[in-house]
């Protein structure tokens, strides 16, 4: 249990009030509000309250609500539209593939409002072992879903992981590893003659962050929380994003960067069957270059933002790097 006056959060009646006039709930009629948890996370606070309600039946229930308060206001709007967009065009009521329910986002407060996702993350499905092909065919079809939505409207994100600054991942890297000058500048200059072959297909709504702690299955559904980092782009951006994220735990867990490459190559191939028309290399060939991409921002991320001092991994890192250049990696 927190105490509201600990944190710059808005008073439980403004909440009620926000939770009881959601465009996107069934006129519930709030009986008690609770604040319950309080976690603090880079530049935000994720908030987690239990709302027993009244619905239009008159029957009695209870939600765990989720509230992010962000550092950046229009941040925190921009992903709440967005989750409005996806949530009005099907995702909010279909029966397998949805997202998380936007309930309000508090400008004043620059506080965003949504449902708690249901059942166990996709990290924790694959590390448990059970139906993981499963899993993976589930999450190829949820970001096939979001794909299909048309990008229009959705406020332009200048700010993303598809456009990260490399340069000062590898000035910041230089000098985190000093021994390894010229290695880091060999990833980047194969990454910039890749990166130079630009896409030209049309661009599609992009989840951004789809990591296997952001996916959610609960049976048969799949939700997907965490639309901060969203834009529109190509789809294989995604795709590779995940299948690397999934790499990564398996590095992180195992030790082996390719633990769950069946898992990566199940994922890969079930999005691509949903898409037949797809000139299948082209696709293969951007997939590799976003996973050097996305092992390169890891590397940094471990070594220059958390600087935890894993020094162990930048030779297993590079080399990932330099195969994934080479069109190789995903199994």
Known sequence: MVNDEQLPIPPLEQITSAYEASPTGD???????????????MRKFILEYSMAYTNQQGEEALEIVVGKLYSNG???LASYQLMQYVWDRGMGTDPYYRIIRPIAYLETWQLLLMSQAPGRTLHECIHAGTDVKQAAFLAANWLSRLHSIPP?????????????????????????????LSDIQSIYNGLLTKSAMKWTGHPVLLHGDFHPNNVFLDGHRVYAIDFDHHFAGDPAWDVAYLACQIQLSGFFKQRDFHYFDPVVRHLIDSYLDFHPFYDRQSFLDRLFLYRANSLFESLHYH??????????IVDVFLGECEQALQGKGFG
């Open 152 to 180: 229009a409207n959705i406020q332009k994100n200048e700010r993303t992981r598809a456009n990260a600054n490399i340069n000062r991942f590898v000035k910041d890297l230089e000098i985190a590893v000093p021994n390894k």
């Open 27 to 41: 006129c519930r009629r709030i009986l008690t509000s609770t604040l319950v948890s309080s976690t603090a996370k």
């Open 303 to 312: 070594l220059c933002v958390l600087k935890d001092g894993t020094l162990d």
């Open 74 to 76: 229009e941040k925190g």
